[in-house]
Structure formats: structure tokens, C-alpha cells
């Protein structure tokens, strides 16, 4: 009988050079059947962008669906209701985890409770960060969307990608091949910031007020369900998929990711592995950004709590 067991951080987090800073990770999920429910595939592609927010660099994909094992992995999560992992047969002690829950609902909680054991510390957004006004839309990057000129936002001083002003909308109930691809979507929207927001994924179930910026993913058949016309969209690749600029007035406009089959899931493999194009930034000098970031924040954190440092000094 398979029990409740979270990955050992220690173990999945991989410092490969000794450089103190996390470069990898060891670590595979698996999804069962239940992970295509829309409440729990949230839950699942917040777990993902965690992930990937607290390495530099990641090998995906690394979500998959049922036992599929890729043998570069040492240990694997196993994610699903209880009844389904009741099914499994542990390939080895130590090595497997596993996140399951009674119901659906009981599921999704334990997924984004273990989420925030992960980056409760680091997933913060500061109001203090005051993003570079230009005049007019801002200019989306289609062939770089993993940058400032993409899905993410810089700040007067630093010309890197702070963090993502978008939400991720899930308008289709996906088939679960396709929702291990937005998994890890998700998990390089989490690799490519400084700063992570949580909850970043929503269904058309729990569509969050007052969020400006959306990232749309779902099958082009759903178009009408967020008030957009399928003639309107027509695909030219043989993935018969694509990402779209919706018409907007804001600065930041939305973006769609959709398709027709087994495109949408096409599309979404692609861009988690899209290479970073001239316009991102060199991999040195991002990890010891975002290393200085995080220590930066532990240091303010500590004196805050003593009562040591101006609100002022933390604000500069």
C-alpha cells in the first residue's frame, strides 16, 4: 500500500558545480488520468512554474503522463487520486513520492500546499517594483517570448525579466498528454523570472477578478467560451496550433496559445523548449542576479524582523 510521501528537496535540488546555486533538478512527475481535471491540472502547472523558478536551468520535459520513466531521472513524483496510485508498484524505496488525495478537490490542496512549502519565502510580489513606461502597447516579441519583450516584465534599473505580469487561463478541459505539455510550459514560466506571483494558473471555473494580463491556452473549438470567433484564427503550421496578440488597449496585451488536436499540445511542447533568442539574457550573469535577488531578500527579511532597517532603505 503506497502511503503519502513528499520529494526530499535535498535530494531533486542538484548544485552540479559547486557554485551554491541550484543548477538542475532531479526530479520527474508523473500524472495519472485525474490531472486532466481542470482544478487539479492548476494546481499541477503552479507545482511545475515552482519548480522551475528555483533553479537556473532545467531538462525539459520533465512531466509526463502515467509510469512513462525517463532513466535521466533519479526520483519521480507520482501525482493522482488515491484509487489510481493505489495501482502502482514502487520501482524502488526512496526513489518514488507520491501527492494523492481522496477527491479532487482534496487533490488540488495537497498539490498547492506542497507548491508553497517550496517557494513560500521566494515567491513574493513587490508593489516597490516600478516596471519602464514607453508610450504606446508594449512591442511582444512572438519568436522570444521567454523575455522583457515576451512574458515578462523588466523594472527601471534592471533590464531582466523582473516578473510576469500574466496569469495563465485555461478555457479547455485538456486531454492529459496535452496538460503534461502546459505543465511544462509553466515550469519555464517559472525559470526565466526573478519573481514568481502565485496562483498563476486559473480555469474558467475560478477566473480571477481584476487580472489585467492573460495568457489564453485551450483547443480553438473553445474560442467562444472567452468570447472569440474560430474564423478568426486560422493555423498555417502542420501542428495546425499557434500563439496569438489579442486586440487590446493596455500597454501589456494578451496572449493566445491554441489549437486543433494534438496541435495544442504541439505548440506548447514547443515553446517550453524554445531556445532563449540574442534579445535574452546570458545564463551567467541571470543566475547571479537572481542568486543576489534571493539572498537580498533573506537579508531584508531578518532585519525586518528585528526592526532594524527603514521602510524607506527597503523600498530603495
Known sequence: MLTYQEPNLEEIFKDRDGDGIIDAIDLQIHLNP?????????????????????TMGMDLPFVQIHQKRD??????????????????????????????????????????????????????????VVL????????????????????????????LPVYTPYKIFLFSILDLETAAAAANFAARMGLETLSLGLPLTFSLE?????????????????LNKIG???????????????????????RVPDVLICGEGKGLKGILNYLSQIPMGSNGA???????????????????????????????????
Open 34 to 54: 485525474s490531472c486532466s481535471n481542470p482544478k487539479i491540472l492548476n494546481s499541477v502547472m503552479d507545482l511545475s512554474a515552482c519548480l522551475g523558478f528555483e
Open 71 to 128: 532513466p535521466s531521472f533519479h526520483h519521480h513524483l507520482f501525482v493522482g487520486l488515491y484509487k489510481e496510485l493505489q495501482k502502482l508498484n514502487p520501482k524502488e524505496k526512496g526513489y518514488d513520492y507520491f501527492l494523492q488525495g481522496k477527491n479532487e478537490t482534496d487533490l488540488a490542496e495537497t498539490i498547492r500546499k506542497f507548491a508553497t512549502t517550496i517557494i513560500s519565502r521566494r515567491a513574493k510580489f513587490t508593489k516597490e
Open 132 to 159: 519602464k513606461k514607453k508610450k504606446g502597447g508594449k512591442e511582444f516579441d512572438l519568436l522570444n517570448p521567454f523575455s522583457i519583450h515576451g512574458f515578462y516584465a523588466s523594472s527601471t534599473k534592471i533590464p
Open 206 to 222: 475560478d477566473k480571477p477578478k481584476g487580472v489585467k494580463n492573460l495568457i489564453y491556452i485551450g483547443k480553438k473549438e473553445d
Open 228 to 250: 472569440l470567433k474560430k474564423s478568426e484564427y486560422s493555423f498555417t503550421s502542420e501542428w495546425k496550433s499557434g500563439i496569438f496578440l489579442l486586440p487590446s488597449t493596455r
Open 282 to 316: 546570458e545564463a551567467p550573469v541571470f543566475n547571479a542576479i537572481k542568486k543576489y535577488f534571493s539572498e537580498l531578500r533573506e537579508f531584508i527579511s531578518r532585519k525586518e524582523e528585528k526592526g532594524g532597517i527603514p521602510k524607506e532603505v527597503i523600498r530603495k
